[in-house]
């Protein structure tokens, strides 16, 4: 559908770069796509949405583990796709105040 009156898109039809008045490709950032949820799920939520997910795709193999992810560093875009960059190895460094810290050790782009 279309944007309402004076309103605009949540997310970016066609190749943005296509478009004068748009944004250059490089300009876009990820809060164009995604928006925060605020809701806090429990776990059994958290479950469920991703057996949907899974049952939803499971034509095409469904939901499975890519790596085990420490963290998010951040997301990168190629082309248009978006990856999403994790850290996968660490090492405990220090403590400040009873909380441990790490470095990174390993990353994967996904």
């Known amino acids: 559908g279309s944007p309402p009156e004076g309103g605009t898109s949540p997310l970016p ?63 990168v875009r190629f082309l248009d796709c978006f990856y999403l960059t994790l850290i996968t190895n660490r090492r405990k460094v220090g403590q400040i105040g009873g909380n441990a810290i790490y470095s990174i050790k390993g990353t994967e782009t996904v």
């Open 13 to 75: 039809a066609g190749n943005p770069g296509d478009d004068p008045q748009r944004h250059h490709p490089r300009d876009l950032r990820l809060s164009h796509f995604a928006r925060e949820d605020p809701h806090v799920y429990a776990p059994a939520e958290i479950q469920a949405m991703l057996d949907a997910v899974h049952d939803g795709n499971a034509r095409a193999g469904g939901l499975r583990p890519v790596c085990k992810a420490y963290g998010i560093i951040g997301t």
